[in-house]
């Protein structure tokens, strides 16, 4: 029950309430029309000078009867069927902060009664002069119609015009060729002759693989060139390129800048996503294995709906699990602790319509989120249409936040058996079978072991609980580690029980917070025992080593100490004397915790520990014919333990509440709490135009108990069939951009009205016409513009040409561009012997500068710690953490991961040297670049000339080894370098010079 308190004045409150019915009792009585009358002033004085008086927000007048009846930009004010819901009515109550009008601040009380009474009147307002409050033709209407939509170029159906013809027979063999030379024709300029070949094989290499060709590469190609005239040598080249695995890697990289692909999930906490790298690794398989890219889109925005309904038609699994495409709408930033959680689900809501609009449909839908867009035909009622696809989506942390939710919400996946491997359920049928054979003679065993005298168990190495036994310990591993020698005096010593305080079921006796740690003890023997127990208290990742023998390896954390039954390799492991307990353990985010303990025994209740048991004593006891039956069934099992097999994985992955999608309303002003009308999902009006006969998405029942809406599998087929038009044509037009550097719309990621019209739109149609004819191949699409004589020109033509066309929107000559990030650092990695070409699995972590460490909030947590040879991995599986980029990569213009990058602007800035002269990495690669020339070139000749190969693609030029001999005799002479000093800063130089960091 609610009090007063004693300080309330009553007899004001009694007052208050008196007048306040009094007023009501009066204003119930009035007609309508003097309902007008009492509102009349409050209109002029409150809101006629926004909205005609002075100004006309949101494309509302209060001018006259007729103004006020077309309402404005989100259509009318007044709720004809229920006037108490009206929006204006919402709007001046103050009920909703996000709607509230003025916003000058709260009507008083009186003039708030007097504008209800009037709404709910039905807002009478008299026609004619009598009703007339301000001139409605001062301010314009800006209204955008949607049927504008029919005369603009990307909305049209797809054009299939006869291609001119040249004059030049030679670019009449592809149509692409014809395009290109009629648009300089008629501009009266020349195309810039064909490049020369090494020149071109760099330019193929680095496009299709993006990696320098290797001298091998170089040298079958030139062979080639020579044998088999250019034409074939350069068709031959393509297909090799596109068969390697590496050009899945080039590709992906295109396609998760696009998709605003990071591993965290932003904000102060900035937690990593559950394995999303099986999301980038998804991509790379799907290029390289050519999936078409209708399926490629359907799998993305759909995956999990194409995979229920591949379940339900008895459809063998496919060999890419769809699910895992879906990791695109687990991308996006995610705070964990948003102030207000209604309009972050709402935000994250709309982060996946805005990167869906822009990637698949060239469009900015985001633009008409908060009100209609002031550029394009589509309206915010469009907008929350084509949301309702998706709304019913389950949020990243579940549709709920928190910090304990920071791995997102995962689904277990295990990748199809294949020759060799077992589907995870097959081994576990299989394993059933042998273990109902294994039954009785594990019972037998048993029966016998009661009738005889355990020897009493002895602890051999105490845990924590017991005893603070010493461990030598470090962060990062050294070469034998494990092993009974290793000399460890220079490591740290601390007591048993490595972690963080506070961290469940942990006896802390040492402080452990970095993400690794490795650690050794000694322990004596008079006697070998006959079997072992391990007690352990683990996370994340533990390897525990005997003697530098791997016994024990487990995955996951623990929140108590466990025991487990060490197989016979532990007990052969131990010697009379001294023995060596080593563990490595890893651990990335939460409690940290690990200890360990040794005794001898067996774990009697335990089934593994007696099937072991059975293996290693069963001899003594049991009959030999019995025995041996049991040790080859024992034999069977241990076989089939070991075998190979695709375990489930948990994967970030999409998937919906249920079969029932929420209501989707407009959000006035794009605020969660202001709804407006409910709408139903819909295709925008304006991707309707290139569509003779419209349809629209059909959406089926899914099988299943209602487990998703199947309302994005409609879309997504939608956008491959009817809405093909529009959907190939942005991809055809971001093919053409990743060849030639600029797309035939420069702007790939809005093909509305503020974007670029096409220099050639024939050509886009064409191609987008053959991207459909090809089956949505890309792999076709490649051979296809990179066969053609456009694609073959040098990057250097007529100075008139220059003069007149500077920008190249004729392409009259190939475009040189510099190496993007990622390719710049591979292409030192490898022309430096450093790289890795190891593909898939786990990002990596190359070292970071200190200072750099120095700028996240918890240095020793913020980055991974990776082997020399991981890191040094092609720069795709870098680790991309949204608040501590890579510094090379993001200075050399890696985009943003937090928004969808259709295009990267390179800059050339001072700051970049600082980077690729003086930055420790490429220091690293030029030493160690010289090491290679030292041991692959006999003599300093040999050396630069390889060098040259290696980092140029080409042979020296004549007197070019010379003058680079003359460089190093400089080096040594006058400044005092050793041979291996000069040669690496020769090589320095080579990786800071133009034809390094540019193709063409």
């Known amino acids: 029950m609610n009090v007063l308190p004693k300080s309330f004045p009553v007899g004001t409150a009694v007052l208050a309430l008196t007048v306040w019915g009094s007023l009501i009792s009066a204003l119930s009585g009035q007609e309508p029309s003097s309902s007008w009358e009492a509102a009349k002033p409050v209109l002029i004085a409150r809101c006629l000078p926004c909205h005609g008086g002075q100004d006309r927000k949101g494309e509302l007048l209060f001018s006259d009867a007729a103004s006020f009846a077309q309402g404005g930009s989100r259509g009318p004010v007044l709720n004809r069927k229920r006037l108490e ?37 039905g807002a009478p307002w008299p026609e004619g002069e009598a009703g007339r409050l301000a001139d409605p033709e001062r301010f314009a209407h800006h209204e955008e119609a949607v049927a504008s939509a029919n005369d603009w170029w990307a909305y049209q159906a797809l054009q299939s015009e006869t291609p001119p013809v040249s004059s030049n027979p030679d670019w009449n063999r592809n149509s692409v060729d014809a395009w290109i030379w009629h648009g300089l024709e008629q501009a009266g300029l020349q195309p810039a002759p064909q490049a020369k070949a090494e020149s071109l094989l760099r330019r193929a290499t680095f496009n299709l693989l993006g990696l320098p060709p290797t001298l091998e590469q170089r040298r079958t190609f030139l062979q080639e060139v020579e044998q088999k005239g250019f034409d074939a040598a350069w068709a031959l080249l393509i297909e090799r390129l596109l068969a390697s695995p590496h050009y899945g890697e080039q590709w992906a990289r295109h396609w998760l800048d696009q998709v605003r692909y990071a591993e965290t999930n932003g904000y102060e906490r900035d937690a990593r996503k559950t394995n999303i790298w099986r999301y980038r690794d998804w991509v790379i398989r799907a290029l390289n294995q050519d999936m078409p890219y209708d399926q490629f889109l359907i799998e993305q925005l759909a995956g999990d709906e ?192 490595f972690g963080r305080r506070q961290t469940p079921g942990a006896v802390v006796r040492t402080d452990w917070h970095a993400g690794q740690l490795f650690m050794r003890t000694r322990f004596a023997l008079t006697k070998i025992p006959r079997a072992l127990i391990l007690s352990l208290h683990h996370d994340e990742d533990v390897q525990v080593y005997l003697n530098g023998i791997l016994v024990f390896e487990r995955s996951g954390f623990r929140v108590d100490y466990g025991e487990w039954q060490l197989p016979q390799s532990a007990v052969d492991a131990l010697v009379v004397g001294s023995n060596v307990l080593a563990i490595s353990c890893r651990n990335q985010g939460g409690g940290q915790y690990i200890d360990a303990g040794l005794r001898s025994g067996w774990l009697a209740e335990n089934l593994s520990a007696r099937r072991i048991r059975l293996a290693q004593e069963g ?141 050639h739109p024939e050509l886009l149609d064409h191609l987008a016409l053959k991207l459909l004819s090809e089956g949505w191949s890309l792999k076709a699409m490649h051979r296809y513009l990179m066969t053609s004589q456009s694609y073959r020109m040098a990057s250097v033509g007529s100075e008139r040409a220059m003069a007149e066309d500077p920008n190249n929107r004729l392409y009259w000559r190939f475009e040189p561009r510099r190496l993007r990030a990622e390719e710049f650092r591979d292409a030192a990695l490898a022309v430096s012997g450093s790289l ?64 969808s990058c259709p295009e990267r602007f390179p800059t050339n800035i001072p700051t970049q040297a600082l980077m690729t002269l003086n930055g420790g990495f490429c220091q690293d690669m030029a030493v160690r670049f010289a090491a290679r020339l030292e041991q692959e070139g006999e003599t300093e000749e040999g050396q630069i000339a390889l060098a040259l190969r290696l980092a140029l693609g080409r042979e020296p030029f004549a007197g070019e080894v010379d003058r680079h001999r003359g460089f190093l005799q400089t080096l040594n002479q006058d400044h005092g370098t050793s041979p291996q000093e000069a040669l690496a800063l020769f090589c320095l130089a080579l990786l800071n010079q133009n034809e390094f960091l540019w193709l063409d």
């Not at 009380?109 to 009147?121: A, C, G, Y």
């Not at 309904?309 to 699910?323: S, T, V, W, Y």
Request: charged share 25%.
């Open 619 to 759: 001899g003594r006891f049991l009959e030999p014919g019995v025995f041996d039956q049991a040790r080859m069934l024992l034999q069977r099992r241990e076989e089939l333990e070991r075998a190979p097999v695709m375990e489930a994985y948990p994967a970030l992955v999409a998937f919906e509440r249920g079969g029932q999608a929420p209501p989707q309303h407009v959000l006035l002003r794009g605020s969660a709490h202001a709804q407006g009308e409910r709408v139903a999902p819909a295709i925008p009006a304006a991707f309707q135009v290139g569509i003779e006969v419209f349809q629209g998405p059909k959406v089926e029942k899914l099988p299943g108990e209602g487990h998703s809406t199947g309302r994005r599998l409609a879309l997504a087929r939608w956008l491959v069939e009817e809405g093909a038009y529009l959907t190939a044509r942005v991809m055809a037009n971001r093919i053409w951009q990743f060849h030639f550097g600029r797309g035939l719309c420069p702007s790939p990621g809005d093909f509305g009205r503020l974007g670029v019209k096409p220099t």
């Open 836 to 899: 890795n070409l190891s593909m898939f699995g786990p990002s990596v972590y190359p070292q970071l500068p200190e200072e750099v460490l120095a700028t996240a909030s918890r240095p020793e947590q913020a980055w991974g710690h990776s082997p020399e040879s991981e890191a040094h991995r092609r720069s795709l599986y870098v680790f991309v953490k949204r608040s501590l980029r890579f510094p090379l990569l993001q200075s050399l213009d890696q985009p943003d991961p937090d928004i």
């Open 306 to 497: 194409l995979f229920l309904l591949q379940q339900a038609n008895g459809e063998a699994p496919a060999a890419l699990d769809p699910r895992l495409a879906t990791g695109f709408f687990r991308l996006g930033v995610w705070d964990d602790e948003p102030a207000d959680r209604l309009q972050a689900r709402a935000d994250e809501l709309a982060d996946i319509v805005d990167t869906t609009g822009q990637v698949f449909l060239g469009t900015t839908l985001g633009c008409a989120r908060c009100h209609d867009h002031k550029a394009d035909p589509i309206t915010q009622e469009d907008y929350y249409g084509f949301t309702a696809y998706f709304n019913n989506l389950s949020g990243y942390g579940g549709d709920d936040f928190g910090q304990h939710l920071g791995g997102g919400m995962t689904r277990p996946i295990a990748d199809p058996a294949t020759a060799g491997r077992l589907s995870q359920l097959a081994k576990e049928r299989a394993l059933a079978v042998l273990d109902a054979e294994l039954k009785p003679y594990l019972e037998a065993f048993d029966e016998v072991l009661a009738q005889n005298d355990e020897p009493p168990a002895e602890i051999l190495l105490a845990d924590a609980r017991s005893q603070a036994v010493r461990w030598r310990y470090r962060q990062e591993a050294a070469d034998g580690w494990p092993m009974p020698g290793f000399d460890d005096r220079n490591w740290k010593e601390g007591h048993a029980g």
């Open 85 to 121: 819901d009206s929006r204006l009515l919402e709007v001046v109550e103050y009920e909703n902060p996000d709607l509230a009008m003025p916003p000058s601040g709260k009507l008083a009380d009186q003039e708030r009664l007097l504008l209800r009474k009037w709404i709910l009147d």
